[in-house]
């Protein structure tokens, strides 16, 4: 099994940063495709960021892209997303989310994740 455990939420201005980190135990976890979602009160839990096991493909929502950076750190159990440029509209709940079947590739869709951590707030303030 693996367990998935975010932080470094907190509240920021329009304009500021952020970085959030994802730390795993359990099974191998190094193999496993990484993402991002995020949920907004009263909205759907939405694709945010992914990358593959190696570090090779990662995939953006249009909504964050050149803004947010996500990556592993040299210990693989690590995963980061660097959000930077924020706006109102990132406030949300995010979710470290693990795919263990899409190894080459990485998925939008939330079903296709198999572990999940407990998320962590963001408010960006305008």
């Known amino acids: 099994q693996v367990q998935l455990v975010e932080s470094g939420g907190g509240s920021v201005q329009a304009g500021g940063s952020l970085r959030l980190s994802c730390a795993a135990t359990?099974?191998?976890?190094?193999?496993?495709?990484m993402g991002w979602f995020r949920q907004a009160p009263g909205k759907e839990r939405v694709f945010v960021a992914g990358?593959?096991?190696?570090?090779?493909?990662?995939s953006y929502a249009d909504s964050v892209k050149c803004r947010f950076n996500i990556s592993r750190g040299n210990v693989k159990n690590l995963v980061y997303l660097q959000m930077n440029s924020q706006k109102p509209e990132d406030t949300a709940v995010y979710y470290c989310?693990?795919?263990?079947?899409?190894?080459?590739?990485?998925?939008?869709?939330?079903?296709?994740?198999?572990?999940w951590g407990q998320g962590t707030q963001v408010t960006v303030s305008s």
């Open positions: 989310a693990a795919d263990r079947n899409h190894m080459g590739a990485v998925a939008t869709a939330s079903h296709e994740y198999d572990y």
């Open positions: 990358i593959t096991w190696t570090g090779g493909s990662t």
């Open positions: 359990g099974r191998t976890f190094s193999s496993y495709t």
